[in-house]
């Protein structure tokens, strides 16, 4: 392959790449100052976080941005008059070494359109993760997507080379996938998801009897979901997140902001804003039912079916909920402590091991680096200064708005003149 055609190949296929944020991605600096093989500047360079939690450097490519499939809101479906591009087996793995060899990356993360059907293209993407492996004994970070539809024995076989696999909702309900993405089933999905939610358990087991016995997608999987292309609310989409996240041990659930990219009545037009803000807030509930104790219900439900852009949703929780406040530092469990907006677990973590000397008063708070911004309206401690009860929640959020320095203060701003 020309140096020239690996290098257009290689923009078409980086580019089609950056829509899928199932790896957490950013972009990467470092450029080619020896006039060889990978310029990484603008080219697919990613990072992701390993099974340890390490962050890593990924190259972030389709194998194709060939498609049978026309899925609405996607770049690479096959009535899009974009130019394609399809990568050989080996020249992904070469890719992979080369950029690998230089330092640009630590692993790869590799998509694909769906080519001719979904095994033959399944088959391809673990033959680019097998041949890493066996023939180049390559030990970095391999995130493969699942192609929806593949057979079980290829999933199967991916888990053995990947590090990660991943199969993407992409539409958060069934009557928005219909209507988006007619060809495309949601059993399609499913079938990849629990084949590897069930070799993860079995490799699990048996490794623990037969030390020998190899890891099986040992970072687990993920799956990410587009945002406001189908006009699901808040609580569809975090319920669809819960459904998941129980029931296939799914590691992360992506939002994606719909990226305006075609002219289609069934989609918001070209030039409409991506929602970051509420891409961020899902993020936020996301966060809430995994590590702070929340069921979604508490979060969203049918009375309350969106997210408060204005505030994050532990803040709007609390604000709903002001009969279950104010919390008492010095006695409250840590299921409660964890609810006080303002308050991460490495502060819970960091009042209760306080409270086991003295009991604590403003001043503790502050020196053991708590942020009281908006707890201090939550919370009483050994003190009586900066008693804030007795407000109601609309003076709290004004209060808490006015000071707010988000850096989504600009959408915020018509809502600040409310409370001026
Ligand atoms: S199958 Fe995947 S790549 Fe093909 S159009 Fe649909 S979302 Fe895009």
Redesign the pocket.
């Known amino acids: 392959m020309s140096f020239q055609r690996a290098q257009e190949k290689l923009k078409i296929l980086a580019d089609a790449a950056k829509y899928d944020v199932s790896c957490s991605s950013s972009g990467s600096n470092r450029s080619n100052t020896t006039k060889g093989l990978g310029d990484a500047t603008g080219m697919g360079i990613c990072h992701s976080y390993t099974e340890d939690g390490r962050c890593v450097s990924l190259l972030k490519i389709?194998l194709t941005?060939y498609?049978?499939?026309?899925?609405a809101?996607?770049?690479?479906?096959?009535s899009n008059d974009i130019k394609r591009a399809a990568f050989k087996v080996q020249e992904v793995v070469d890719l992979t070494i080369n950029f690998y060899r230089r330092n640009y990356i630590e692993g790869l993360f590799l998509?694909?359109?769906?080519f001719k059907n979904a095994d033959y293209t399944m088959e391809r993407l673990v033959a680019v993760a097998k041949k890493l492996r066996l023939e180049e004994n390559f030990n970095g970070y391999i995130h493969l997507k699942s192609?929806?539809g593949a057979s079980d024995e290829l999933m199967r076989e991916a888990g053995l080379y990947a590090d990660r696999l991943s199969v993407?909702i992409?539409i958060p309900t069934e009557s928005g996938l219909k209507k988006l993405?007619p060809?495309?089933k949601r059993e399609d999905f499913i079938k990849p998801m629990v084949k590897v939610k069930n070799e993860i358990i079995q490799y699990k087991a048996e490794k623990k009897i037969i030390k020998s016995t190899p890891k099986y997608a040992p970072a687990g999987q993920s799956t990410q979901m587009i945002i406001g292309a189908s006009g699901e609310n808040d609580f569809q989409i975090m319920q669809t997140s819960n459904h998941f996240y129980k029931n296939y041990n799914l590691k992360r659930v992506y939002y994606s902001g719909y990226v305006p990219i075609s002219y289609d009545d069934r989609l918001p037009k070209i030039g409409s804003d991506v929602p970051m803000l509420r891409e961020n807030r899902l993020y936020q509930t996301d966060w809430l039912m995994r590590f702070y104790g929340f069921d979604v219900s508490e979060l969203l439900n049918e009375q309350h079916q969106h997210l408060d852009l204005d505030v994050d949703p532990k803040l709007g929780w609390a604000l709903r909920n002001l009969h279950e406040f104010p919390v008492d530092i010095n006695t409250a469990d840590k299921r409660m402590l964890a609810r006080i907006p303002g308050l991460g677990m490495k502060s819970v973590h960091k009042i209760i091991n306080a409270r086991r000397f003295r009991r604590l008063n403003w001043e503790h708070l502050k020196k053991i680096g708590v942020s009281l911004n908006r707890a201090q309206y939550f919370i009483i401690c050994d003190s009586n200064q900066f008693e804030k009860r007795d407000l109601t929640s609309e003076k709290i959020k004004g209060l808490i708005l006015q000071n707010s320095t988000s850096k989504y203060r600009k959408s915020l701003s018509n809502q600040l003149s409310l409370f001026g």
Request: glycine content about 4%; hydrophobic content about 30%; some cysteine.
């Open positions: 389709l941005n498609c049978i499939f026309d899925c809101y996607c770049v690479t479906r096959k998509s694909s359109g769906i192609i929806p993407n992409e993405a060809d495309k």
